[in-house]
C-alpha cells in the first residue's frame, strides 16, 4: 500500500481509498473503459462523484489534460488566436505582408511545437502514478489514442497556415524553405510512429 500526501491511498489491488477526505468511504474501485468509469462501493455514490472531480480538477476525468483540447471552444479560441496574431502583425507599418505571414507562420509553428511536444506533464493533480509526467500534452490527448477528430484538427491547421503562407509570400525561396522547415518541426512530432520517441535523447526527461 502506497500513500500520497493529499490523503489518497493507492491499494494494491487497483481501489483508491479517501481516507481523510471522507472516512466514511472505505475503498473506491475505478475501471476505465474508454470515457466510462465503472464504480463499486457499498455506500454513498454522490460522495464519490464529487470526490473525483476534486481531485482531477473538477472534470470528473482521471486526465483532463486529455480531453479539453477536444472542446469546441478550445479550438475557436485556437483560430482566434493565431488571426488576432495575424491582424496583429499586419498593423505593424514596417512588416509587409509576405514578411506578416511569414512571421504568423514561424510564431504559430514554434508555440505549437513548444506548448504540445516540449512541454510535459499536466497542470492537475492525477491518480496515474505519475505516469504523465513523462508524457507531452501531444502525447495526452485522447489518452493516446491516434487519429481521433482533434488530433486531426491540430494537424491540420499547420498544413492549411503553410499553403496560405506559400501563396501569399509567392512561393520565394527564403520565406518558402524558412515556412517549410517550422512544418516539419510541428507535423513529424505528430506522426502515430513518433508517438513516446525521443530522437537522440531530446527532451527524454
Known sequence: MRSRPSGVIIYGDGCVGYPLIYPQLTTLCLLRKGRDYFVSTPKRLELISVCIKMLSGG??????????HSS?????????????????????????????????????????YLFLHQIK??????????????MTAWEQIDYGQQFTTTRKFITIIPIVLF???SFYTKYEFNHFAINFAT?????????????????????KY
Open 72 to 112: 469546441r471552444g478550445a479550438w475557436l479560441s485556437y483560430l482566434a488566436g493565431v488571426l488576432a496574431l495575424h491582424l496583429f502583425l499586419l498593423s505593424i507599418p514596417l512588416i509587409s505582408i509576405p514578411t506578416a505571414w511569414t512571421l504568423t507562420n514561424v510564431i504559430h509553428n514554434l508555440a505549437n
Open 183 to 203: 512544418l516539419l518541426l510541428v507535423l513529424i512530432p505528430k506522426l502515430p510512429q513518433f508517438h513516446m520517441v525521443r530522437l537522440f535523447g531530446i527532451n
Open 163 to 165: 499553403l496560405l503562407t
Open 59 to 68: 472534470h470528473g476525468e482521471v486526465n483532463p489534460n486529455s480531453s479539453w
Open 121 to 134: 506533464g499536466t497542470p492537475w493533480q492525477l491518480l496515474d502514478q505519475g505516469k504523465s509526467r513523462l
